[in-house]
């Protein structure tokens, strides 16, 4: 048999996830993006001089739009259509603003579409650059990367909505490619504009910092800067300290949700359920848990920080690119499981790493990660969760262990390795 180049392996993975983007594009055109939606509202209002209402939001903010939403949403022909409040930056919607002059919503969504799916599929081989082992195939690595994409439910949901949260997922797996091909200037900028567009990238820069990337640290701060005044000159300062408010209203209370795995819900509905807080309907398909006790919201911030503390340490002596795959992988982790919002989708990046982990493990502890991880991920377990007894509570104390099993692993792995 004839052996395969790499070259060979490459241009095979490249064909079948090229044939992956091609069957998400028409499995996906024509469909309504709930969360995608927001920016071209937003991009109308501002377009329209309606820019009071970019950041309005319905009571508790989660479950839907603002009732001021609803006679814009007629004069675009979308009434009743799902939407949800409008949560980036304002610069994006000054500038999708003459985008909505030219094209309706639906077309924008499936524009949109035609960007998202390649850098969707482009992921995967970021992810591979970063965490694949070399003993694995190109091809191999590809195959499991679509199983993923097609199984998971963290890209069910991130398909569904045509997120945002793929372009950031890009940016960021193409700062960190960027940094392993020695273009810090280009690593810098990426991750600038990841975080321009959700402000969670940035503290990414610890990365950068811990790696000695100082180019890329200065190309991150310059281009960031450029961002933050440019948002400013076009938007003003109101818009911003009203876009800052509406970041405070999500943490005034814990979304129990099935698509929000984060630790904060989780044990704010464990106290509930052993009697300690606020009863809520376990039935129900999310429930805002409030208030949040202070020191529930301080004890795991301060865990986030020993946590990020004590892979900056363990980290500080490995090699490079070991270095920034594992850093990456570690501290997306710690900012999705501790944050306020543990939305699924943004758990995508990481499992396109998790491949790579597993690979490095024994058969055992590789199978036994994988099903903690795989049991909650599959699109079949969410969509049955309707079975469990707690339905989404029940969903979210399977799923929040499995990342935290990831987390330790990883930390593991590094200190055993220093």
């Known amino acids: 048999m004839t052996a395969v180049s790499p070259a060979q392996d490459l241009r095979r993975a490249v064909v079948l996830l090229a044939l992956w983007t091609l069957y998400a594009i028409w499995r996906q055109w024509g469909h309504w993006p709930d969360d995608l939606s927001a920016l071209y509202i937003a991009g109308h209002l501002w377009q329209t001089g309606q820019s009071d209402l ?5 009571p508790g903010f989660f479950g839907g739009h603002a009732a001021s939403w609803d006679p814009v949403m007629a004069d675009l022909g979308i009434a009743g259509k799902v939407t949800f409040p409008y949560v980036y930056p304002p610069l994006w919607a000054a500038l999708l603003g003459p985008v909505t ?3 309706g919503p639906q077309a924008f969504a499936d524009a949109v579409l035609l960007i998202q799916m390649p850098m969707l599929a482009a992921s995967v081989l970021m992810a591979a650059r970063l965490m694949r082992p070399a003993t694995m195939p190109m091809l191999t690595w590809a195959l499991i990367g679509i199983v993923i994409l097609l199984a998971s439910t963290q890209s069910y949901i991130a398909l569904w909505h045509n997120q945002p949260t793929i372009t950031v997922g890009f940016l960021v797996l193409l700062c960190f490619t960027c940094l392993d091909a020695d273009r810090p200037i280009a690593a810098g900028a ?5 975080a321009a567009i959700k402000l969670t990238p940035a503290a990414l820069v610890l990365i950068l910092l811990l790696d000695r990337q100082y180019r890329a640290t200065l190309s991150f701060a310059a281009f960031g800067a450029a961002l933050g005044l440019l948002s400013l000159a ?8 009203t876009f800052l408010n509406s970041l405070g209203l999500i943490r005034e209370g814990a979304l129990m949700s099935a698509v929000n795995v984060s630790l904060l819900p989780a044990l704010m509905s464990l106290g509930a359920a052993l009697g300690l807080g606020p009863a809520f309907d376990t039935q129900s398909h999310f429930a805002i848990l409030a208030p949040i ?11 986030a920080l020993a946590l990020t503390t004590a892979f900056l340490m363990a980290l500080k002596d490995k090699p490079g690119p070991e270095r920034r795959a594992t850093g990456l992988f570690a501290l997306w982790l ?22 790579g982990l597993i ?11 994988g099903l903690a991880i795989a049991l909650p991920s599959t699109r079949f377990v969410f969509l049955t969760i309707g079975f469990l007894p707690w339905p ?12 935290l099993a990831v987390l330790l692993t990883l930390y593991v792995r590094a200190r055993r390795a220093a």
Not at 234 to 241: F, I, P, S
Not at 293 to 303: D, F, K, N, Q
């Open 54 to 58: 970019i950041y309005a939001a319905p």
């Open 334 to 355: 710690i900012l999705t499981l501790f944050g306020p919002l543990g939305w699924q989708h943004y758990y995508l990046l990481p499992l396109l790493l998790l491949p």
């Open 234 to 241: 076009v938007t003003g300062t109101a818009l911003h300290e």
């Open 190 to 194: 990426a991750l600038a504009l990841a």
């Open 359 to 369: 690979a490095r493990l024994s058969p055992r502890a590789g199978l036994l990660l």
């Open 392 to 403: 989404v509570a029940n969903y979210v104390w399977l799923a929040c262990p499995g990342w």
């Open 101 to 103: 002059d030219l094209m």
């Open 293 to 303: 006790p202070g020191w529930l919201s301080t004890g795991l911030t301060l865990t």
